[in-house]
C-alpha cells in the first residue's frame, strides 16, 4: 500500500511585543498525524506558554529554526500575523512562498493594510477572525475562545483592584455585604464575566441591546437590566452587535447612569467588528460611583466602552480605578493556548484529508475565511475597506 502523503505545518513563535501564546499545543501533535500532518516547531515557540521543547518532541514534533519553519511547511499557524502583528509580521513576508498557507487572527477589518502587505507574498492567508457563526464551525471559533479567557480574567483584575471581598460574609465580627458587579454586554466574553463573578460570590447585573440574551443572563444568575430602547436592529446576520448611531448611545448612557452609580464594579464588553467601540460609560458617571469602584473596560484594544480609559494602561478618575487592559487572553497562556490550538486543528481538518489539502471555496468556512490568494485580496469585506472593487465569482 502506497504511503499517506505528508503535509507538512508550522509554528514560528510568536513576535508580536507582549505576545505569549503559542498556535498549537504538543497535545495536538499527534491528533493532525492522523490526518497525515506532520508538526515542525520553532524552538523556544512554546515556552512562554509553558509548553517546552521537550513536550513538542516527545508527542512527535520536530524542532527547528524559524527559517526552516518557514521554508519546509506548507501550512504555518500562528496566533498572530498581517495586521495582528504590524511591525513584526512584515519581517515574516520575506519567508513566505507562492501556494503556502498561513492561519492566524490577522484582524482584516481593523487593520486591513496588512492582509494587502501579506498579499503581495503569493500565499493563501485565513483571518480566523472571519470564521463564520454557524453551529459546524463553532469548534473552530477563536474569537469565542479567546473572549472567554478574557471575560474571565477581566473579574480576576477587578477582585484584586476593588478594596472590598466579591461574596458575602457571615463572620464574627459582622457580615459583610457582596460586591455589586454590572457587566455591560452579553457576548462570549462578558456572559464569562457574569459567570465568573456569580462564582466568586457577587450580586450581578448585566446589560445587553441585543434583547435575545436576556435568558442567557438570567441562567447564570445575573439580574437582567431593562432600559426601555429601541434595539431590534441591535445584531447583524452574523450574530454580532451593530452600531447602532450616536443618539441611541447617548439615550443608553442617561438610562444606565443610575446602574453604573450603585455599581462596585462595571465590566465593558462592547465591540463593533472593524469599527471603534462605543462609548458607554462617560467621565460623570464614573464620578457618581463610590470611590474605590473599579472598571474593566475590555473593549480598550478598539478605543475603549469608557470615555477616561486609556488602553494599556490602569488609571485613577474621580476615585475610580479604570483598567483598560490589551489582550487579556495572552496573559493566561497556558489554556489560551490550548483553547486556541484546538480550534485551529479542527480549522485544519476540515479541508485536509489523509495528507491532501482540499481548499474547496463551496465551504462557506474556507470561503469566508479566506482575505488573500494568488497575489490577490479575496475577502469581499477586506476589498470594500481598502477601496478595492469586489472580488470577481467564478
Known amino acids: 500500500m502506497a504511503d499517506t502523503p505528508t503535509i507538512v505545518i508550522g509554528v514560528p513563535r510568536e513576535t508580536f511585543p507582549g505576545e505569549a501564546r503559542v498556535a498549537l499545543v504538543p497535545a495536538l501533535v499527534p491528533v493532525l498525524a492522523k490526518s497525515g500532518i506532520k508538526v515542525v516547531v520553532e524552538r523556544g515557540a512554546g515556552d512562554a506558554a509553558g509548553y517546552s521543547d ?3 518532541q516527545e508527542k512527535g514534533a520536530s524542532l527547528a529554526s524559524r527559517d ?3 521554508a519546509s511547511a506548507q501550512i504555518v499557524v500562528q496566533v498572530r500575523a498581517a495586521g495582528a502583528n504590524p511591525g513584526a509580521g512584515s519581517d515574516d513576508l520575506r519567508l513566505l512562498r507562492k501556494g503556502q498557507i498561513v492561519i492566524a487572527m490577522v484582524d482584516p477589518l481593523g487593520e486591513p493594510q496588512g492582509v494587502r502587505e501579506f498579499a503581495s507574498s503569493g500565499a493563501t492567508l485565513f483571518a480566523l477572525e472571519l470564521i463564520p457563526r454557524i453551529t459546524r464551525a463553532q469548534s473552530m471559533d477563536v474569537l469565542s475562545s479567546m473572549a472567554t479567557v478574557a ?3 477581566a473579574v480576576v483584575l477587578a477582585q484584586e483592584a476593588l478594596p472590598r471581598m466579591f461574596p458575602m ?4 465580627a459582622g457580615t459583610l455585604t457582596p460586591a455589586r458587579v454590572f457587566v455591560v454586554g452579553a457576548g462570549v466574553a462578558g456572559l464569562q464575566a457574569i459567570a465568573s463573578s456569580k462564582r466568586a460570590g457577587a450580586v450581578v447585573h448585566a446589560y445587553d441591546v441585543r434583547p435575545a440574551v436576556k435568558e442567557q443572563i438570567q441562567s447564570l444568575g ?5 432600559l426601555p430602547v429601541e434595539t431590534k436592529d441591535a445584531e447583524d446576520k452574523g ?3 451593530k452600531e447602532l448611531g450616536e443618539d441611541f448611545y447617548r439615550r443608553q448612557r442617561e438610562l444606565m447612569a443610575k446602574v453604573v452609580a450603585e455599581s462596585d464594579v462595571v465590566i465593558t464588553t462592547a465591540m463593533i467588528p472593524g469599527k471603534k467601540a462605543p462609548v458607554l460609560i462617560t467621565s460623570d458617571m464614573l464620578k457618581a460611583m463610590a470611590p474605590g469602584s473599579v472598571v474593566v473596560d475590555l473593549a480598550a484594544e478598539r478605543g475603549g466602552n469608557v470615555e477616561a480609559t486609556k488602553p494599556g494602561e490602569t488609571i485613577r478618575v474621580h476615585g475610580v480605578t479604570v483598567m483598560g487592559p490589551l489582550n487579556l487572553a495572552s496573559s493566561i497562556p497556558y489554556h489560551a493556548s490550548q483553547m486556541y490550538a484546538r480550534n485551529v486543528a479542527v480549522f485544519i481538518q476540515n479541508f485536509v484529508k489523509d495528507g491532501v489539502v482540499n481548499l474547496s471555496m463551496d465551504d462557506e468556512i474556507i470561503r469566508d475565511t479566506t482575505v488573500a490568494r494568488d497575489g490577490s485580496v479575496t475577502g469581499a469585506r477586506v476589498r470594500e475597506l481598502l477601496g478595492m472593487a469586489a472580488p470577481a465569482t467564478v
Open 68 to 70: 526552516e519553519v518557514f
Open 239 to 241: 450574530g454580532y452587535a
Open 169 to 172: 460574609m457571615m463572620t464574627a
Open 222 to 226: 445575573a439580574k437582567f437590566v431593562e
Open 54 to 56: 521537550a513536550a513538542f
Open 151 to 153: 471575560g474571565y480574567k
